[in-house]
């Protein structure tokens, strides 16, 4: 089988897509350990994480307002017209959405001294000028990525998943190359100048393998179809632009922490998120067209069973990590970051920050399968609620906490507000799924914290014992405390192990979707 042969069939695409999106995470993580190695906690990561928020924000944003648009009103009208008339909507969105995105990135331009200054305050012209510089070089990211993601769920949309994966690791890998190469002589700028060179390429490399299909002609400002949105759209807009404002929140608050306390933050999160991104993705994502189809034919019993379920699994993956990263996260901070310009005290404020945000983590993931849960039983409504609830919390406690314990105080906000968000989607999952299934929640979660503990408490006794160095610990000491927790489990009859099964069978299909 020739080459284009094999990318063309389903497993051929599903191994590309595979490799290429592990790749571009594992490009991605390299690029934090890079910005730790050149940067550590220094005052100009900060100011550049603060210029550079914005943007980002809105970047994300726009590619899931793409998605829910361009995807859903494509399949329509390739169904009801043609082939012709879907592609005809795609070529107008793409000048639709570059105009728009210029034209804002303009407005952002003409306010930008008024947004810096929303942020720092008064600090100094230096800092004030860096800053600004950041957030003006990203600006230049918007129309580049906002017309990626018409292109790209263009090609999601014909089923093309390889080319937009396969394009992220274009974007990961130049801002490595420019940051090794430039960073001694521009500093913080040449993060994004990286960003902007990699995202010019993504869209030469997306708009490459899309052109074919996408001739420029007989466009028509009617074949818009804006009557085609339903509610569903906008509730979906506003639960992920709730989700992206958090980071918003935090960088607002960079004159009240200490200097490096929102770069310690930034590396903490890209820690915490890590097996977030990882295993509950797959746990939900396996779930999710069981939650559908229960739904779909009204099988309460076995909704509340699937729901039960994939609680369990969760918290049966997830109360061990959080247990390992809350005791053991200055060694996973040292051995990750600890080199270069990030010192033996970044490691102590990192870590310290992980702890915190370890103590969400089993909360947060269950979030992950509360999500999939109320969209599959059409409640984005109940989403909303969560979503801004989470955000009130988090806004309020910002205020609250920040002024006496600093970037302690923004993980302890981020903490409880995403702890919330999993209580809180509990508490409206069990009214739905009919069956009382709260008190055996509570008893998995029981069970698997004192077990994790036990099994912590031997491993790190056993440990203490042995000298080695911490490279070697964090590969040996994760291994053991793992087999003595599912040894444990097994002996106490919980059979839980079947959920990394559902995992590695749906990693094909998480990475279709992002």
């Known amino acids: 089988m020739d080459k284009i042969k094999f990318s063309s069939t389903i497993a051929g695409a599903s191994i590309i897509i595979t490799l290429s999106t592990l790749a571009s995470k594992g490009l991605g ?53 043609s082939v012709e008339a879907a592609d005809d909507f795609i070529k107008l969105n793409i000048i639709i959405f570059f105009v728009f995105s210029l034209l804002f990135s303009l407005i952002l331009y003409a306010f930008s001294n008024y947004i810096i200054k ?24 918007i129309p580049l990525q906002t017309t990626f993601a018409v292109f790209a769920n263009y090609l999601i949309a014909k089923f093309e998943y390889k080319h937009p994966a396969l394009s992220n690791i274009i974007v990961n ?108 993705a797959g746990l939900s994502t396996a779930l999710f067209p069981k939650f559908a189809s229960a739904f779909s034919a009204r099988n309460y019993p076995l909704l509340a069973s699937y729901f039960k379920d994939g609680l369990a699994n969760n918290l049966f993956l997830f109360i061990p990590v959080a247990v390992f990263l809350f005791f053991n996260s200055d060694l996973i901070v040292s051995v990750v970051y600890q080199r270069g310009q990030f010192t033996q005290a970044n490691t102590t404020v990192t870590g310290d920050l992980l702890k915190i945000f370890a103590v969400s983590l089993v909360f947060y993931s269950t979030y992950a399968i ?17 979503s801004i609830a989470a955000l009130v919390i988090k806004i309020f ?17 981020s903490t409880i507000s995403y702890s919330s968000m999993g209580i809180l989607g509990i508490i409206f999952s069990v009214k739905i799924v009919r069956q009382k299934i709260s ?12 077990t994790s503990f036990f ?23 994760p291994v053991v405390f793992g087999f003595l927790f599912i040894s444990s489990t097994m002996i106490l009859g919980f059979n839980e192990l079947a959920s ?8 094909q299909t998480i990475i279709r979707y992002f």
Not at 118 to 141: C, D, H, K, Q, W
Not at 455 to 477: A, H, Y
């Open 455 to 477: 099994c912590f408490g031997i491993t790190s006794l056993s440990f203490s014992f042995l000298d080695m160095n911490n490279i070697t610990k964090i590969i040996v000491e």
């Open 29 to 81: 993580f390299f690029r934090e350990i890079l910005f730790a190695n050149y940067f550590g906690l220094g005052n100009e990561f900060d100011i550049y994480l603060v210029g550079a928020a914005l943007p980002i924000t809105i970047n994300t944003i726009v590619f899931f307002i793409a998605q829910n648009y361009l995807i859903p009103i494509y399949h329509k009208k390739k169904s009801a017209q």
């Open 173 to 280: 890998l130049f801002v490595i190359i420019i940051i090794i190469l430039t960073h001694k002589n521009l500093g913080i700028y040449s993060i994004a100048v990286g960003f902007i060179g990699g995202f010019i390429l993504q869209l030469i490399y997306i708009v490459a393998f899309s052109k074919i299909q996408l001739r420029f002609k007989n466009i028509s400002i009617y074949n818009l179809s804006y009557k085609n949105i339903d509610s569903t759209f906008y509730l979906i807009i506003i639960i992920e632009a709730i989700t992206q404002l958090f980071i918003l929140i935090d960088r607002y608050f960079y004159t009240q922490v200490e200097p490096g306390g929102i770069s310690a933050i930034n590396y903490a999160t890209t820690l915490y998120l890590l097996p977030i991104s990882i295993l509950a």
């Open 397 to 413: 406690l910002n205020f609250i906490l920040v002024g006496s314990y600093m970037q302690n105080g923004l993980a302890w906000s």
């Open 118 to 141: 929303g942020y720092l305050g008064e600090v100094t012209p230096g800092v004030f000028s860096t800053a600004r510089n950041v957030l003006l070089l990203f600006l230049i990211t």
């Open 439 to 450: 008190l055996e929640i509570i008893k998995y979660f029981l069970i698997f914290t004192f």
């Open 500 to 507: 990394l099964k559902k995992i590695t069978h749906s990693l």
């Open 370 to 386: 509360i999500n999939k849960f109320l969209y599959a039983t059409d409640l984005l409504n109940k989403l909303v609620y969560i």
